[in-house]
Structure formats: C-alpha cells, structure tokens
C-alpha cells in the first residue's frame, strides 16, 4: 500500500501526540518502558488502550520511549497526520517520500533535521513490532 506514514526523528523527545488525536484507526503506538508494550489510545492521554502489540526488544532498544511509532500494517494511510498543521516538528512522511538526504530529498517546513537521511525509520517501524 502507498501512502504509509513512518514516523522520523523530529520526534523523538517530542512526542506531543498530535499524530494520536488524528489517526482514525489507532496505529500509532507509544511504548510503556515498565509493562514492556507498545500501545495506542483511542485519543491522546485518554488512557484507553484501543490497540497493543509487543515489541521487538532489539528494535526497541534503540529509541525506547523516546518516539513514537506507526503500526505500518494497521496504518490505513488515511493521510491525516501527515497533513502539514498536524506534527509541529514535521516529523510524519510518507514511506515514499521519506527523505534520504540525497539533493531530490524533500523536507517537511517543519522538520529540524533537514538534510539528513530519515530512510532508517522506514525499516525500523516495521522492526519494533514483534507481532
Ligand atoms: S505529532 Fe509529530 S512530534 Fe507529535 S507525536 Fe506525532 S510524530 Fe511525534
Ligand atoms: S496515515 Fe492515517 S491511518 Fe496511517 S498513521 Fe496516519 S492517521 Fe493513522
């Protein structure tokens, strides 16, 4: 499916949750450092689990709870966090238009992180989900 939103790293230590609040389907998961899951809310800091999945311990390990991440097989790509008043870091790309910090690379107005390659989260968001 194109269209798939990958989380990149403006995020990380930002983490507002503005993405939550516009996914229709919940997709977009947090990870709980003291239960070991990663989890969705139906609304950001509802604290109603809609979704929960385990985490590859590998794959988590690297940014923890640090960031968010995108389901990529529940992500229905609706288009909605992505719209460019949603993410206040520009952190949300779709998977075909993530940058690699090549010259054809372009950047959300937002992301502080222009020029670097963000292709990394493109296989890192399916990595973290162990099931
Ligand atoms: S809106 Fe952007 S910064 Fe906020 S949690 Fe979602 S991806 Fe992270
Ligand atoms: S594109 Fe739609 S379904 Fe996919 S993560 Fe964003 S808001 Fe959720």
């Keep these: 499916?194109?269209?798939?939103a990958i989380i990149t790293e403006a995020c990380i230590d930002v983490k507002d949750k503005a993405c939550v609040?516009?996914?229709?389907?919940q997709c977009i998961y947090e990870y709980d450092p003291a239960k070991g899951i990663l989890f969705s809310e139906v609304e950001a800091g509802n604290g109603e689990i809609e979704n929960q999945h385990?985490?590859?311990p590998d794959a988590i390990a690297i940014f923890e709870d640090a960031v968010l991440y995108v389901n990529t097989e529940e992500c229905t790509s609706c288009t909605a966090c992505y719209q460019p008043d949603v993410c206040p870091v520009g952190a949300i790309y779709t998977e075909e238009l993530v940058p690699d910090g090549s010259e054809k690379s372009k950047y959300n107005a937002n992301d502080p992180n222009k020029g670097h390659d963000h292709t990394f989260f493109v296989q890192h968001s399916r990595d973290v989900f162990a099931d």
């Design 54 to 56: 385990a985490p590859s």
């Design 21 to 25: 609040d516009v996914c229709p389907v």
């Design 1 to 4: 499916m194109s269209g798939i």
